[in-house]
């Protein structure tokens, strides 16, 4: 998708209502969603970081793509048959229930595995180890840090930049150090830990939505 060819949508349109404030980050949230709508195409992930209220952010944008957000997402038909050939009624049951979803992975839900690489190697590293495993050419870092300076958050950027990932921070004003990292920052305008969280949520519930009607457009 080049950026060219985007043009504001109903929802964006409703988002900039809602936050006039957000319009500052025009651009960069077209190119984020450009970046995401990219990864998925070409068969790509989402990898998701933070730390504190951003941990929770995390896990909230993973739940907004892996099922149905604003629309139900039934699955294709022939998807639903695959299901009925193996298991017969209880395979079409399961097909009715189960909802399409896009791919993306909360960096802060391995708690035993956090815990591991803080003891064992170094508790800055808690991303960055997950992101050299987990992370392909092309797939998206999603790192969001109020103060764009987590040390862990800026390692994590570091080792998708070196290994052919694309990364968008997602931040306060200020930028940080992520914002001299990420290919994108959207710098939400604000300085305030609270008041920047409370401009995220927005920002990814936006992304998700047109995520959502790009790759579930029937419904």
């Known amino acids: 998708m080049k950026m060219n060819d985007m043009r504001e949508s109903q929802h964006q349109t409703a988002l900039f209502q809602r936050y006039p404030s957000l319009r500052d980050c025009e651009n960069e949230l077209n190119a984020a969603l450009a970046t995401m709508t990219t990864a ?21 944008v993973v739940a907004e793509l892996m099922k149905g957000f604003r629309k139900p997402r039934s699955l294709p038909q ?31 839900s391995h708690v035993s595995l956090i815990t591991a690489v ?3 190697l170094d508790a800055d590293l808690i991303f960055a180890q997950q992101v050299y495993v987990l992370g392909q050419p092309g797939d998206v870092l999603l790192a969001i840090s109020t103060s764009g300076n987590s040390r862990n958050i800026v390692n994590a950027v570091t080792v998708a ?14 930028g940080g150090e992520i914002s001299r990292l990420a290919e994108i920052t959207i710098r939400v ?8 969280q409370e401009l995220h949520l927005p920002v990814y519930h936006w992304l998700s939505t047109e995520l959502e009607e790009r790759f579930f457009p029937a419904e």
């Open 40 to 60: 998925y195409e070409g068969g790509g992930k989402l990898l998701i970081c933070g730390n504190g209220g951003s941990a929770a952010d995390s896990e909230h």
């Open 78 to 108: 022939s998807e639903v048959e695959k299901l009925t050939a193996f298991a017969g009624a209880y395979g079409t049951s399961l097909g009715a229930k189960l909802q399409g979803g896009l791919p993306a992975i909360s960096l802060v």
């Open 118 to 120: 803080a003891n064992d």
């Open 161 to 174: 930049n070196a290994f052919g990932l694309r990364a968008i921070g997602l931040t306060g004003k200020g």
């Open 189 to 196: 305008p604000k300085e305030i830990v609270a008041d920047i």
